[in-house]
């Protein structure tokens, strides 16, 4: 890749399922996990200046834009920087057409960076585009950026996003401001918008907690209207795995933003790369999903109808009913792209190239009881039925415990608990095993066509174990994500992060007019190629306070 402007590479999506790329997020996310145990950076923040709420609220109006899970591809995360650095954006739905303006402010929900957050990635795949975007700003105009960290920023314990977002730099033509990886804005109308750090999913800190508890009750006023913006719908991860994933929102609704007087209208996050709406049953309050900063996107045809006792985790939990009244993709576009991971040893070669060391290992394994001795390796296979070689796959110690290992190894990896964790993981185990054989018998077969003998022989046939093996392995793989998450709503990121789709693109555009509504323009662009925004749903309007 040729270096397209200094100081940064215009980068492809994200492969994840490369081997080195396996191996490095691994080490990555293992150093991360070290790191939050021995040292949490947001408690070291505490001996930072304590930033006061960024004061906007002597302003009539305001636009305010959240973009979220960026720093993926160049074209997608350039095409959503555009987007945000246009001066103007005329947004359609059905019947009306909506001039909007760039955000003052431009807030950034986490995961600002794929697949580590070493300083090569944050430059080539997230300032790159900005940069190009939107080189400088003049004037009074020039747009503020608040950012929080998501757990793709924490892998290497926050250094490089505290160098590049708290030290008051520019971040191409969006001046930062804040000095800890959390930030509270003070909006016009008694609107607020507060960013929290969660880290990965864990406790919030004491420090934090003590800042947004000393702002409640410095500069909040009862009534005051709140926006949440965190780096994981929990209100989602809650339905979907029991109501602890949501104690840390819920604790903080209860014990700073409830005491604070404020009222918590809105939440905003990323994490998930689609968007997703979920409104109050008889109210306004929204938890919305837009994670379309780049990021490969994720499906939308296992997101939960309704949330309601899943978001209360303890006894005061003051938790209205909500339910889900917009997705993007739609679910008939997101099930016809799931299909897509039949097509798994074309999409990622170099996994099947990674998996065909199994079947030659296998076979390997099997050469005594196979060969006997007697015949080279070659020749034995030639002649060998499907039975012969089960027959000598379950007679070798090697082969049954390869064999074994595949099968626990995808029982591990099927993401569940119980019934659902062993019986999918032990099927696909099973599946793998007993294709393995039939590759090494085909590859038997078709070596037996061509006229070799001796060493030529052995070679094409490791050869064609190797290609048939490892695209059969890979394929078995993909009908396996494809149907435990069609069937069991499983493996959405695994199955989704195969295919690196980086279309159905979002943002969002908000709006606090001179009344002191907010208005949300939900912005999509559906296929990154055409670049064309348009209104996801209609604009969504939360009434003023009071
Ligand atoms: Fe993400």
Known sequence: MAADRPGFRRMPMVRWYSPLQLANTGARVLISLILETWSDKREIQAALPVDPPHNLSNRNELWLDFVADLGDGWD???GIASLLARPELELQDRQRSFPTRRGNVLVMGGDLVYPTSRISDYENRMIGPYRTALPWTEGPEQPDLFVIPGNHDWYDGLTNFMRIFCQGRWVAGWRTHQS????????PHRWWLWGIDIQLDHYIDDPQIRYFQDLGRQHVRTGDRLILVTAEPSWIYAKRKGPLLYRNFDYFERKVVRPSGAQLMVA????????????????????ITAGGGGAFLHPTHNLPKRLGKELKPHPDSDVPEFERVSTSPSKAQSLRLLWRTLLMPLINPEFAALIAAVPIL????????????????????QRASLGDLARA??????????A?????????FAKARGVKKWGPGVAHGLAQVTVMLVTIWLAGRLAGLIA??????????????????????????????????????????????????????????????????????????ERVADAVPHLIESPIRVAPPG
């Open 452 to 525: 070799l003998r001796g060493f030529p022989l052995t070679l094409l046939l490791l050869g064609l174990v190797a290609v048939l093996g490892g695209t059969a392995a890979a394929l078995v793989f993909g009908a396996y994500l494809a149907g435990a998450n069609r069937l069991l709503g499983m493996h959405d990121n695994e199955a989704f992060s195969a295919l690196r789709i980086r279309d159905f693109k979002n943002f969002l555009r908000l709006h606090f007019d001179e009344s002191g509504a907010l208005t949300i323009y939900p912005v999509g662009v």
């Open 404 to 412: 074994a290992l595949i099968v626990l190894a995808m029982v591990g």
């Open 393 to 402: 796959s379950a007679d070798s110690p090697g082969s049954v415990v390869i």
């Open 268 to 287: 905003l996050t990323g994490d998930l790369h689609h968007y997703c709406r979920f409104q109050e049953v008889g109210g306004s309050r929204q938890l």
């Open 76 to 78: 997608s995360t350039y």
């Open 362 to 381: 296998q076979l390997w394994s099997m050469q005594p009881a196979l060969s006997g001795g007697r015949s080279t390796l070659a020749d034995a296979i």
């Open 180 to 187: 800890r990886s959390y930030f509270a804005l003070q909006l």
